[in-house]
């Protein structure tokens, strides 16, 4: 080949690379560009057999629950050590009388590591007994309401000007910046308890090669199995349950695990862990979460790896730009929570977050929900804006963006009253 040739072509081919690679990282939003793919049946085990019974799907859940855990989140591990858990505060007349307010420091012991994680809880008044929503907070526990007793968290935080929080400290001005988020008077109002912890306390969220947070309590050798940062909020999320169901002001069964975005998919996989969670709650969760990873729409396996390769285990890289592989979908993790009722929310301008991925694994989990309790999924197309639908499986599309809104949790006060305290709600 001729010198020119074999330059004009070596450019050639390192401009094709670069195209295609580019087209990989651009995300898609054309409905009309999804590709084929076929969801991984929730009642066919891996040997093709079918699952018929209450029997047949606790060892079909099994299956899954193990193909989760080796190649999406991670594998925790067991949990043999002691919490020791410190009042740092308690005001027994917050909220204007309303509630009853405390702090709590759960010193999780393993051997001679430890880390503590500050719990903040309001319950009603005079609870003997109340369900509880847990869920972690992105900034810290004094910016979900504008209390002034709370303390401002000491944990490493993101830098963020708006929260107040430079040289990865927050300070007082971040005080209540997170109360849309959090409507704990309307949720106390109604009969529920808030519990919620900083979630950088259980992981701070960078990839440090795994050794700060719950991560650090443990001497491991680590492979693609091993666990990422969702399963390690996700672990903390179950020690928090330890600690409340010794409270009796909590009733036990009916703690409310709830989280929004990469908390949300947090929420979904601690739901799925530990079956002591009565009532799962996945807002804007998207890609990892409730949304089907095999649409490749918005957000994708590869980008999320690329983007925070500490989230999930090092063999889900093994997808990227190459969903169809994948052996199970987000319809199997949301089975998972069954027969428990799970509420997956989505937002209209989300798109990143795919909502018509996140409807179409509510969906796809509803033959197990029909097998176990009879009941299915009440919808066949996603329905209009604003327009809940809920059976076991809850869902709504509302307008707006990614966050939480009062909206949002009046469908989740309605859904939690339905199922766990029992009474109808008509509707806000
Ligand atoms: C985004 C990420 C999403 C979602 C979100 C969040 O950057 O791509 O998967 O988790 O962050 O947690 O706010």
Redesign the pocket.
Same mark, same amino acid.
Do not use: D
């Given at each position: 080949m001729k010198k020119p040739v074999l330059i004009f072509s070596v450019i050639l081919f390192l401009v094709n690379i670069y195209f295609l690679k580019g087209q990989q990282f651009v995300a898609n939003y054309d409905e009309s560009k999804v590709p084929s793919y076929r969801l991984p049946d929730p009642l066919k085990f891996e040997n093709g057999g079918t699952v018929r019974n209450k029997k047949g799907w606790d060892r079909r859940r099994e299956e899954i629950f193990k193909i989760f855990e080796n190649e999406v989140y991670g594998v925790a591990p067991g949990w043999k050590g002691e919490i020791i858990a410190s009042e740092l505060s308690s005001d027994e007349n917050a909220l204007n009388g309303k509630a009853v307010r405390k702090e709590i420091n759960l010193t999780l012991k393993n051997g001679n590591r430890e880390l503590t994680m500050t719990m903040l809880l309001y319950m009603p008044k005079n609870s003997a007994g109340s369900p509880v929503f847990l869920g972690y907070n992105?900034y810290g526990n004094h910016t979900i309401t504008s209390e002034p007793g709370i303390a401002v968290t000491k944990s490493w935080i993101r830098n963020n000007k708006d929260y107040g929080v430079f040289e990865n400290r927050a300070s007082e001005a971040g005080r209540g910046l997170s109360s849309g988020y959090w409507p704990v008077e309307m949720i106390v109002s109604e009969g529920y308890g808030v519990a919620t912890i900083y979630y950088g306390d259980a992981d701070p969220d960078y990839d440090d090669g795994f050794h700060n947070g719950v991560h650090g309590l443990y001497d491991q050798e680590r492979d693609g199995t091993s666990w990422g940062t969702i399963a390690g909020w996700a672990w903390g999320l179950s020690r928090a349950m330890d600690y409340l169901v010794t409270l009796p002001s909590v009733d036990p069964g009916r703690v409310i695990v709830m989280g929004? $975005?990469?908390?949300?998919?947090t929420a979904l996989w601690a739901g799925a862990m530990d079956e002591r969670f009565a009532l799962v709650i996945s807002n804007? $969760?998207?890609?990892?979460?409730a949304a089907l990873s095999k649409r490749a729409f918005g957000?994708t396996v590869g980008?999320?790896n690329r $983007?925070?390769p500490h989230w999930f285990c090092g063999n889900f890289r093994k997808y990227n730009e190459k969903e169809e592989l994948l052996p199970v979908d987000q319809h199997q993790l949301i089975a998972l929570i069954a027969p428990r009722p799970v509420y997956v929310a989505s937002a209209e301008e989300d798109q990143?977050?795919d909502p018509r991925g996140e409807f179409l694994s509510c969906a796809g989990a509803s033959p197990v929900y029909k097998l176990l309790t009879g009941e299915t999924f009440p919808a066949d197309d996603m329905p209009p804006l604003n327009s809940p639908v809920m059976s076991r499986i809850g869902y709504h599309i509302r307008t707006g963006g990614?966050a939480v809104t009062l909206y949002d949790w009046q469908q989740y006060l309605r859904f939690a009253d339905m199922h766990l305290q029992k009474k109808e709600r008509a509707t806000f």
């Open positions: 992105f929004h $975005s990469r908390l949300g998919k804007n $969760s998207g890609c990892g979460g957000e980008s999320i $983007s925070f990143w977050a990614h």
